[in-house]
C-alpha cells in the first residue's frame, strides 16, 4: 500500500500544477491529511524533495494527461 502511494503522490506532482504549488510547504502532512499511507522513512524522504524538480518535466509532458486538461478528473 505504501509504495502505490508514493506513486500517486509522484505522479501527481507531475501531472497537477496546482498540486505542486498547493503542497510546497508540506508535502508529508498534505499525504497524512489525505490518508495516504506511507512509512515514517517516507515522510521524511518527501519532506526533503525538492519540488522544483517537477516542473521542467511537467512541462513537457502532453496536456492530454495532466490533471488541469483532462476531461474526467480522477480521484487522487
Given at each position: 500500500m505504501s509504495q502505490e502511494a508514493v506513486e500517486r503522490v509522484l505522479g501527481r506532482l507531475l501531472?497537477?500544477?496546482v498540486f505542486r504549488e498547493t503542497v510546497k510547504e508540506t508535502l508529508s502532512?498534505?499525504?497524512?491529511d489525505q490518508g495516504?499511507?506511507?512509512t515514517p522513512e517516507?515522510?521524511?524522504i518527501l519532506e526533503n524533495v525538492d519540488l522544483a524538480?517537477?516542473?521542467p518535466?511537467?512541462?513537457m509532458l502532453d496536456k492530454g494527461i495532466k490533471r488541469s486538461y483532462a476531461e474526467?478528473?480522477?480521484t487522487w
Open positions: 501531472t497537477d500544477d502532512r498534505f499525504c497524512h495516504l499511507e506511507l517516507e515522510h521524511a524538480i517537477f516542473a518535466v511537467a512541462a474526467n478528473n480522477p
